[in-house]
């Protein structure tokens, strides 16, 4: 053998020699394989990393022994597809342990072919990248989180600005349900407002699946109520269930309704199936913790946009008001008239209006002066609120003129009506400073829609007219048929 000979065959060996040392010694895994997936032979870092032996592996198809339940079944098919081509190829996959742990690899699988060509093994390399795939599962994790949290933050900002457009306490309401249902889509949940004796809270209004919640509630039901702030069954070592919730082991929340300093109801949220046999207890502890600081939240914004519609209405209520009787005004009266007579047209109802004046109402005033004026004008006012209801509704138009809006009040009603308030009135005793004032007196004049009209000018116009007749003919008295409308009236 010459001197190049030998020179080539120390090299070769050489090779080999630090070939074999890189394999036994390097902490990836290598599985050497004939073309039929076999193992030829694994490296140690193959059974540092698997679990498995050599002579465990040795004539058996490795990847068979790796996979598991969550390997990825297209992967598998990428992997198998590029060795039926003969082609290099490189991917990560989940791979499972001796002992079935789950571990994730790069895995890289190489076809080897001898001088002629011929397929004659497959090496497979695997390094281990848990640790990485772990990180970025985390990182996944967290890049979601804050994606939930900025559409959170988004439809917390959404809902804010529906709640503080809402223009009255019933588009309220609506959108508290619809916002409610959408932020906390796996609660139940109901909105409970104290009447006007704030002897106990009524429903208002209610979302979700559950069937029904309690109409009523009193407040020392509510364990919220009752401590003066928010309060969550579910998540405390100590906690006691509230007189008004049937299911005891049911995670809820009550939190208070607050509006300028003043408790005004209660907003329930029920977590139906988060019992304890229910959802994983650290899911459903997350779950319930961000929901519960959404809650607190939407309580708040709920608080404010209940105030600010409160504050709206007395407002527009002011505006609608008449001040010294308490009476609708002219206003709301022209308004809500207009509206009636056109639903009353389409519908085929009745309608009618009631012109009311008092009579000599100038020589209370003249002889009395204005204080006695105004206390005549406010009796008569009480009057016709005591006659109130959703279908006749008083009001003040000017002076002592008033008129009642009878909504479904055909003549034989609206007459009715008027007599039971001149009767009414003519029982009213009065002083000032000591001196009776003399009886107080009304005249009335009835128009109804359809007879004598079908707006409300000409309405109004056969009002005024019965009413000048019934003040021509003498006073106290109503008159249900205006006269001609070229009749002279009376002052």
Same mark, same amino acid.
């Given at each position: 053998m010459c001197a190049k000979d030998l020179k080539d065959s120390a090299a070769e060996s050489a090779e080999r020699f630090y070939s074999e040392l890189v394999l036994r010694h390097s902490s990836d895994a290598v599985i050497i394989s004939d073309p039929a997936h076999m193992a030829l032979w694994v490296n140690p870092g193959f059974t540092a990393q698997s679990g498995y032996s050599e002579t465990e592996l040795i004539g058996q198809n490795a990847g068979l022994?790796?996979?598991?339940?969550?390997?990825?079944?297209?992967?598998?098919?990428?992997?198998?597809?590029?060795?039926?081509?003969?082609?290099?190829?490189?991917?990560?996959?989940?791979?499972?342990?001796?002992?079935?742990?789950?571990?994730?690899?790069?895995?890289?699988v190489t076809p080897v072919h001898d001088a002629t060509g011929r397929h004659t093994h497959f090496i497979s390399t695997m390094r281990d990248i848990t640790e990485r795939k772990l990180l970025e599962e985390q990182n996944e994790e967290m890049r979601h989180a804050e994606a939930l949290r900025q559409s959170e933050r988004q439809l917390l900002a959404l809902t804010s600005e529906w709640l503080y457009s809402a223009k009255s306490f019933e588009e309220l309401l609506m959108v508290i349900q619809r916002a409610m249902h959408t932020l906390i889509p796996e609660a139940d949940g109901a909105l409970y407002v104290y009447n006007d004796s704030r002897t106990m809270l009524d429903l208002a209004t209610s979302w979700g699946s559950q069937p029904e919640f309690p109409r009523h509630i009193l407040p020392d039901d509510c364990w919220a109520l009752r401590r003066g702030r928010a309060y969550a069954y579910g998540q405390k070592p100590i906690q006691f269930v509230c007189d008004h919730v049937a299911r005891s082991g049911t995670p809820y929340f009550c939190l208070p309704i607050i509006a300028h300093g003043e408790t005004i109801g209660l907003m329930h949220i029920v977590f139906d199936g988060f019992e304890d046999t229910g959802v994983m207890r650290h899911m459903r502890d997350q779950v319930l913790g961000n929901r519960w600081e959404i809650s607190l939240i939407c309580g708040e914004q709920i608080s404010l946009a209940v105030a600010n519609v409160r504050l709206r209405q007395e407002l527009h209520e002011k505006s609608l008001r008449d001040p010294?009787?308490?009476?609708?005004?002219?206003?709301? #009266?022209?308004?809500?008239?207009?509206?009636?007579?056109? #639903?009353?047209?389409?519908?085929?109802?009745?309608?009618?209006?009631?012109?009311?004046?008092?009579?000599?109402?100038?020589?209370?005033?003249?002889?009395?002066?204005?204080?006695?004026?105004?206390?005549?004008?406010?009796?008569?006012?009480?009057?016709?609120a005591r006659l109130a209801s959703e279908s006749l509704h008083p009001c003040r138009i000017g002076g002592e003129e008033f008129i009642l809006l009878g909504v479904d009040h055909d003549m034989s009603q609206a007459l009715a009506k008027a007599e039971e308030l001149r009767a009414a009135i003519g029982k009213v005793e009065l002083a000032v400073l000591g001196q009776t004032l003399p009886p107080i007196a009304i005249s009335a004049g009835l128009a109804v829609l359809g007879r004598d009209g079908n707006d409300l000018q000409q309405l109004m116009h056969a009002a005024d007219r019965a009413l000048y007749h019934a003040k021509a003919t003498g006073r106290n008295r109503v008159v249900s048929h205006p006269p001609p409308a070229s009749a002279p009236g009376a002052g």
């Open positions: 022994a790796l996979r598991g339940p969550e390997t990825d079944p297209d992967t598998l098919r990428q992997i198998s597809l590029a060795c039926q081509q003969r082609r290099e190829i490189r991917c990560d996959i989940r791979l499972y342990t001796k002992s079935g742990a789950p571990y994730w690899v790069d895995q890289k010294l009787t308490g009476l609708w005004n002219r206003r709301w #009266f022209m308004e809500q008239a207009q509206r009636e007579i056109t #639903f009353a047209l389409r519908d085929g109802r009745a309608l009618s209006l009631i012109a009311v004046d008092v009579d000599h109402f100038k020589a209370f005033n003249d002889r009395f002066g204005h204080d006695a004026g105004d206390l005549v004008l406010g009796e008569v006012g009480r009057a016709m």
